[in-house]
Each structure stands twice: as structure tokens, then as C-alpha cells.
């Protein structure tokens, strides 16, 4: 065979190779969100019962009405398919009747939002400021998703007012800590997440916090050069 002909069937073959690679790391991730949205649904499957349950003994007075999740989904602009996802997000442990209840789904709500949350503003930071040095794109980034920058989040779209707390927090003077509605932020962005994945949890996020313009006393605007 002459050696052109070899040269083709070897890039052919590192073509199909190339291919096949690519095809298991994108079956690889979807397994890995499958399985982690598989996880939080299972919870939430518990945490319905749990909510019934309070429900009934509590006739339903402390739980966010179908009302109320149509007040927060206008607000954050995202309709969810399963509004239990919301529901979960928006109630604090302390509101659940039974100690050590799927409070957990909550907190793993939280835990992905954290993580969401710390790509789609990596993505904003790059698309803005492509020049900048990695150290103050990551000053940038530690800024935008502090626990403070989310707590002001929540409190700008009045997600508090819709927390749900349980008896000891509402007897409590101090009321909310910054800790809990930064928390609740978190939950709620990783419920969209779960919910409807990644690209709607950043269309929510970008449209409702475009990069502020304090930010340039971290990161000089690039001269000369567009990203």
C-alpha cells in the first residue's frame, strides 16, 4: 500500500478514536448527573412524605402554599417542573416535626448551588475578562460568591420573607442569621439546577446578576484586546 494510504487509515483510526472517547466522557458525565439527581430525588421523595405528614399536624399553616412557590418562580424567573424541589428549598431544617428528617436535601441543594454558582460566575468573569491574570480573576470569583455577595442576593429578591423556619428560629430575636438566608440563596439556585440543569440555572442567574460594575476595583478592563 502506498504510504499516503497508510497515513489515511490512520487518521481515520484516530478520528474513531477521538469519537469514541468523547462519546464515553459524555456518557460519563450524564451518568454522574443522573446519578446525582437521582440521589436528591429519592430524598425528595422522603421529604415529601415528611411534608404531608406536617401537614396534617400542623394543618398545613407553616409550609409554602402553591401560591407562595408561584411568588418565588415569577421572582427568580424559572417555572420548575417539579415544585417540590422548590418547596424543599425553601424550608429550613428546623421546620421539619422529626429530628434528623431529610433536612439533609436541603443542605444538598445548597452544596450544588455552591457549585453552580462557582462555574456560571467563572464563566461570566472569563467571557468579561479574558486578559485579567488568574489571580484576580479568582479574587474576583471569591467576592461574587461569598457567603455575604449571596446573603445580599437573597435579601435583594426577598427570598427570606419565604424561608421556612421552624419554632425555635421564629422565638428566636435575633431572627434569621446572614448564614441561613445566604444558605437559602444557594438552595434555591441549586433546585433550579437539579430541576433544569445547568443552562437554565445560569440563563436565571446571569439575567438576574449581571456582572457589577464594582468589580473593576479587582480586575482592570482589558485595553486593547476583546474576549
Same mark, same amino acid.
Given at each position: ?6 497515513? /489515511? ?15 464515553? @466522557? ?11 439527581? /437521582? ?75 455552591? @457549585? ?57 430575636? @435575633? ?25 437554565? @440555572? ?26
Amino acid at each position: 500500500m502506498h504510504p499516503t494510504g497508510f497515513i /489515511f487509515i490512520a487518521s481515520i483510526l484516530e478520528s474513531l478514536g477521538r469519537s469514541w472517547l468523547s462519546s464515553k @466522557a459524555q456518557a460519563s458525565r450524564r451518568s454522574t448527573v443522573a446519578s446525582a439527581r /437521582f440521589q436528591v430525588d429519592r430524598s425528595l421523595g422522603d421529604a415529601q412524605d415528611l411534608f404531608r405528614y406536617s401537614d396534617k399536624k400542623q394543618q398545613g399553616s407553616t409550609l409554602p402554599s402553591k401560591e407562595r412557590l408561584e411568588e418565588v418562580e415569577k421572582i427568580i424567573g424559572y417555572t420548575f417542573h417539579n415544585q417540590w424541589m422548590l418547596r424543599l428549598a425553601l424550608v429550613h431544617s428546623s421546620a421539619f416535626p422529626v429530628p434528623g428528617a431529610p433536612c439533609s436535601s436541603g443542605i444538598s441543594l445548597a452544596w450544588m448551588g455552591d @457549585a453552580a454558582l462557582n462555574l456560571i460566575v467563572s464563566e461570566q468573569l472569563m467571557a468579561a475578562y479574558c486578559s485579567a491574570s488568574m489571580g484576580e480573576l479568582t479574587a474576583a470569583r471569591s467576592r461574587l460568591v461569598s457567603r455575604e455577595m449571596c446573603r445580599r442576593r437573597a435579601t435583594e429578591l426577598k427570598l427570606n420573607q419565604y424561608l421556612v423556619v421552624g419554632p425555635s428560629i421564629v422565638s428566636d430575636k @435575633a431572627g434569621l442569621s446572614d448564614s441561613m438566608i445566604a444558605e437559602l440563596f444557594e438552595s434555591v439556585l441549586g433546585a433550579v439546577y437539579v430541576d433544569g440543569g445547568l443552562d437554565r @440555572a445560569r440563563e436565571m442567574y446571569t439575567t438576574l446578576f449581571p456582572l457589577p460594575d464594582s468589580i473593576r476595583q479587582i480586575i482592570r478592563p482589558p485595553v486593547g484586546l476583546k474576549c
